[in-house]
């Protein structure tokens, strides 16, 4: 499963982004995650959408701001961020794997990263 992450960018602190998650095989199997990477931090965990049922998980920092989508049809899986803070600066990277999961072990397949700056 190949996956290419976009929508990335610099935005103000308040405003919002969407990102996407596409593939190029179906996702109908996998849960879809979103994790980032702030600058000098580990990775973390950010969001999970389950294929199945669509149930959710977030991280805590991330409830009621952010929102993971999935399109099974278009094989696309997308997070909108709103009121963004200048703590969610990081690449965000979306990864495929087996359960809906906050371990960035149980993932199987990453994108490549797309960069959210958020300035003060």
């Known amino acids: 499963v190949q996956l290419q992450a976009s929508g990335g960018g610099l935005v103000q602190a308040g405003g919002s982004l969407r990102l996407s998650c596409a593939a190029l095989?179906?996702?109908?199997?996998?849960?879809m995650g979103w994790f980032r990477q702030g600058p000098g931090k580990e990775r973390e965990f950010v969001a999970v959408?389950?294929?199945?049922?669509?149930?959710?998980l977030y991280t805590d920092s991330v409830k009621g701001r952010f929102t993971i989508s999935r399109d099974n049809a278009k094989n696309t899986v997308s997070l909108q961020m709103n009121s963004l803070k200048p703590e969610d600066t990081a690449v965000y990277y979306c990864?495929?794997?087996?359960?809906?999961?906050?371990?960035?072990?149980?993932?199987?397949?990453w994108g490549q990263g797309t960069l959210v700056t958020v300035s003060s």
């Open positions: 959408i389950s294929w199945s049922d669509g149930s959710t």
């Open positions: 990864a495929a794997g087996d359960h809906r999961s906050g371990f960035e072990d149980e993932y199987d397949y």
């Open positions: 095989h179906t996702l109908s199997d996998y849960d």
